[in-house]
């Protein structure tokens, strides 16, 4: 996933906690290293890192659209929010349905 650019209204409220939704969504996902994950070092959404887990979001045969809205669209998450309950990344979570979990 390309690195957007912050719009600068965004950066000036809100700095570093403006992100795309697509990289807003993979860092609420608790990464685990690979070895103490229970993929056992095959890469999963749990240990493979904000640049590997896009993978698990996005796929070539995407359409433009959801593309766009996962790497246009800049969201915040408040510093209050609770903390992410429900999502265990060991189930193996369809592309769609890890998105429809943190989107809805």
């Known amino acids: 996933m390309k690195k957007r650019r ?3 209204i965004l ?3 809100f700095h ?3 992100r795309t939704l697509g990289a807003t969504i993979l860092s609420l996902i608790p990464l685990k290293s690979s070895t103490n994950c229970q993929c056992k070092g ?3 959404l749990g240990c493979d890192g904000e640049y590997g887990a896009i993978s698990f979001l996005l796929r070539e045969n995407d359409p433009d659209d959801y593309r766009k809205l996962l ?3 800049f969201i915040v998450v408040s510093d209050q929010a ?3 309950h429900g999502y265990d990344p060991d189930c193996r979570w369809a ?3 890890v998105f ?3 989107v809805y």
Request: hydrophobic content about 40%.
């Open 95 to 97: 592309h769609l349905e």
């Open 16 to 18: 570093n906690r403006a």
């Open 82 to 84: 609770p903390p992410l």
């Open 100 to 102: 429809a979990f943190f």
């Open 42 to 44: 095959r890469r999963c």
């Open 71 to 73: 790497n246009q669209c």
């Open 11 to 13: 950066w000036r409220l």
């Open 6 to 8: 912050v719009p600068e």
